[in-house]
């Protein structure tokens, strides 16, 4: 099946420094999804990408989605305590906008030191 | 404006026991999903329902695995005679179903099922 190869998997990082995660695949699709999970809670929608190049903000958080329609980005500025959390990357299997299921990457887990 | 609601949110279960979880998807939604968590790892979709219909059930294990969302009510997984490798999270997600929004996914806070 299709899988999202998501990085990386931890990062420590001081409160203020900006992060970087990213996900890709060896498919193309149409949408990406960025969730976070906090422990014990589902995951909560973060940003949605719906065209190659998009770039789109969400307060301190920026997604882009690849040009190539396999990878996606996502950035957070001045990371602050409450940050901490699983991110995942998701997309639609099969490719299209109108396929439900959804296929996760496998979460990078933030920690941030005061 | 209630989100995805999942009861329980903790349920323990001995070996051979029956596991029921239950999903009452946001207000307007008539698509439901099913997706397992285990420990450190991503969510596995299960299954795909609509009101009455099953759509997808392609990641549902073949035996001891149900699920149904009927016409009034929440959507049910059921797990019958639980064995130790089912201890996991299980997320329900919900969509409105209209086609651009339709992988626009919300999810519940999820159910732990432990099993002794």
Redesign the interface.
């Known amino acids: 099946g299709q899988q999202l190869n998501?990085s990386p998997q931890s990062m420590f990082i001081q409160e203020g420094e900006d992060v970087s995660m990213n996900c890709t695949s060896s498919s193309i699709f149409n949408?990406w999804?960025w969730?976070k999970q906090d422990p014990?809670?589902?995951?909560?929608?973060l940003i949605?990408l719906?065209k190659a190049g998009e770039l789109t903000s969400n307060g301190r958080l920026t997604a882009q989605f690849g040009i190539t329609r396999k990878d996606s980005f996502l950035n957070i500025s001045a990371s602050i305590p409450s940050d901490v959390g699983i991110y995942?990357c998701?997309a639609?299997?099969g490719g299209g906008?109108?396929?439900?299921?959804?296929?996760?990457?496998?979460?990078t887990i933030l920690t941030v030191h005061p | 404006n209630a989100g995805v609601m999942q009861n329980p949110r903790h349920l323990v279960r001995r070996r051979g026991q029956e596991a029921r979880l239950r999903c009452s998807p946001m207000k307007g939604h008539s698509h439901v999903y099913w997706y397992r968590q285990l420990p450190e790892e991503g969510l596995k979709f299960m299954v795909y329902l609509q009101k009455e219909n099953i759509i997808d059930e392609s990641g549902m294990p073949k035996e001891r695995f149900s699920a149904e969302f009927p016409k009034e009510g929440p959507s049910i997984l059921r797990i019958q005679q639980v064995v130790r490798g089912d201890s996991a999270a299980y997320f329900c997600a919900s969509s409105p179903g209209k086609e651009w929004t339709k992988n626009i996914q919300y999810f519940g806070a999820g159910t732990r099922l432990s099993v002794l």
């Open positions: 998501q949408t999804l969730y014990g809670e589902g995951p909560v929608l949605a719906y995942f998701a639609p299997q906008t109108s396929y439900g299921k959804l296929t996760f990457g496998q979460g």
